[in-house]
């Protein structure tokens, strides 16, 4: 089955300082990759997605990158601020469960103003 | 907003008993996916419904079930619970926009 691993598990940032998480995927079949971000005591809330047939997509100062062939995918964020700071998850679609993902651990991010 | 509401908010049981825990998604929306999310860990799916139907599980063992009804509400059970049960409990469902919208969750404690 499909197995997704992130990189690194902490990153701490000055504020105005860009971040970026890293995740690769197992399953070559996977065809959607969304980023979630989740604060302390809420559910994860997604903030950009990206699907197979797009190497990068950018909202404001989040961006996402694809790389099929490696079966890597990654998140940047540009100009941190402390609202930034969360739990970021990255998630790869499940061949046959269509509209659902295996998720990455997650990194948590802290910018230190 | 994602128009995704759960409850209860919070519950504490005790091992061996059952729980259900319910959510409700904005009309139109005919899939609902259930996930499990220990501390510190990602979401792991668990069941996903559409039109009333499971049509697609995870892996998760069958004292893990579900409902979803008309109304676009839905129910997930868990019986003979366990330790290891003790998770916060998300509800998503899919928006016309595209993208998987999940609710604020349920947290539950097994003693």
């Known amino acids: 089955g499909e197995n997704v691993e992130q990189h690194p598990s902490t990153l701490s940032v000055q504020e105005g300082d860009s971040a970026v998480i890293k995740c690769t995927y197992s399953?070559?079949?996977?065809?959607?990759f969304p980023w979630y971000k989740q604060e302390l005591g809420k559910g994860p809330q997604l903030i950009i997605d990206i699907r197979s047939n797009v190497g990068e997509k950018k909202d404001q100062r989040i961006a996402v990158t694809l790389n099929k062939t490696a079966k890597h995918f990654s998140l940047h964020i540009t100009e941190t601020q402390p609202e930034d700071s969360a739990v970021y998850f990255c998630?790869?679609?499940?061949?046959?469960?269509?509209?659902?993902?295996?998720f990455g651990p997650g990194t948590r991010l802290s910018v230190l103003p | 907003e994602t128009g995704v509401t759960q409850s209860p908010t919070h519950l504490i049981k005790t091992r061996g008993q059952q729980v259900t825990l319910r959510c409700s998604s904005q009309?139109?929306?005919?899939?609902v996916s259930w996930y499990q999310q220990a501390l510190g860990q990602g979401p792991q799916f668990i069941f996903q419904y559409y039109r009333e139907e499971e049509n697609g599980r995870g892996n998760f063992p069958p004292r893990f079930s579900g409902l979803q009804f008309p109304n676009y509400s839905s129910e997930l059970n868990v019986n003979a619970l366990e330790l290891d049960d003790s998770a916060l409990y998300l509800c998503a469902s899919w928006t016309s926009g595209g993208g998987l919208f999940f609710g604020e969750g349920s947290r539950l404690t097994v003693l």
């Open positions: 399953d070559s079949a996977s065809n959607y």
């Open positions: 998630a790869a679609s499940i061949y046959n469960y269509g509209q659902n993902f295996v």
């Open positions: 009309s139109g929306h005919n899939t």
